[in-house]
């Protein structure tokens, strides 16, 4: 079982669209969850930190729940620039040391 | 823009040469950290360095080592190229406040190829 999973998609949503990923981590003890956003043969860019209280910006939500170990994010009225692959990150401390994992990430495309 | 930036932005090597890729912080962080990303993969985490120090590592061979800087700024060396190292190479950012919740801030990448 890899350590962060996605499903890979892509969803493909029409502008206005609500959509919705999610992403399951295998270590309890992770201790921060973020989401960036990657566009073609960029760098990941920060979309949003998670946490258990949830976590809103504008269109966008996140949230974690610990106890059956997923993050997600919520897209509302989605745009045609929401069209990216969208990357899920988990970080914590382990025997060796900082570990940071990311997703393999899922694709979104929003149509006209 | 992030204020993280790495050098060279594209680079070709042939198998068995050895690359160094450089990366310079955004003000003020004292941490960064190395991913691979092959294409069609999320990146993978090679170490960190916090302070000078290798403060974790994925699960990469020895032949990938890294150094960090008193100014911060960092190198990835990476040994004995494979044709599979070819890869996007990025490096990321952080200010460390003890703990792993800090947000990463990610600079621009080299994209190396092996033949």
């Known amino acids: 079982r890899k350590e962060v999973e996605q499903d890979p998609g892509p969803f493909n949503v029409p502008e206005g669209a609500t959509v919705a990923f999610n992403c399951t981590y295998s270590n309890s003890a992770s201790q921060s969850f973020f989401w960036y956003r990657q566009d073609c043969r960029k760098e990941p860019k920060l979309l949003m930190s998670v946490y258990s209280s949830g976590n809103e910006d504008g269109r966008f939500t996140a949230q974690l729940n610990r106890a059956s170990q997923y993050i997600s994010l919520l897209i509302r009225d989605s745009k045609l620039s929401d069209s990216a692959t969208y990357l899920c990150?988990?970080?914590?401390?382990?025997?060796?040391?900082?570990?940071?994992?990311f997703g393999a990430g899922t694709r979104l495309f929003v149509k006209a | 823009e992030t204020g993280v930036t790495q050098s060279p932005t594209h680079l070709i090597k042939t198998r068995g040469q050895q690359v160094t890729l450089r990366c310079s912080s955004q003000s003020g962080h004292n941490t960064v950290s190395w991913y691979q990303q092959a294409l069609g993969q999320g990146p993978q985490f090679i170490f960190q360095y916090y302070r000078e120090e290798e403060n974790g590592r994925g699960n990469f061979p020895p032949r990938f080592s890294g150094l960090q800087f008193p100014n911060y700024s960092s190198e990835l060396n990476v040994n004995a190229l494979e044709l599979d190292d070819s890869a996007l190479y990025l490096c990321?950012?952080?200010?460390?406040?003890?703990?792993?919740?800090?947000?990463?801030?990610f600079g621009p990448g080299t994209r190396l190829t092996v033949l």
């Open positions: 990150v988990v970080n914590g401390v382990e025997t060796g040391g900082f570990k940071t994992i």
């Open positions: 990321a950012s952080s200010l460390d406040t003890g703990g792993a919740t800090d947000t990463q801030y």
